[in-house]
């Protein structure tokens, strides 16, 4: 399973979850959810959720890129938890 670290900001309902500490080349929009930031290589630097409250065919939509196709329960749980601090 891949490494991160959520970053949940309660202020904007919104959470962030970083892979590496590259830098941003691009940022790409994976749904009305979720943006996904990609380095220079293509490679995910990090997910940003646009709001706590995301649907559960959000996965279906981030598991697109190839880093995240065997990251299904990964992302699952990431929902689960950005759903817990918005209180869903």
Known sequence: MTEYVMTLDSA????????????????????????????????????EFLTLNVPDDLVNSLILFDEL??????????????RAAAGS
């Open 12 to 47: 904007s309902n919104a959470a962030y979850i970083t892979f590496t500490d590259g830098d941003v080349d691009k940022t790409v929009d994976a749904s009305d959810y979720a943006n996904v930031d990609l380095d220079k290589n293509g490679k995910i630097v990090g997910i």
């Open 69 to 82: 196709k065997d990251e299904s329960e990964l992302l699952n749980k990431l929902i689960e938890t950005s």
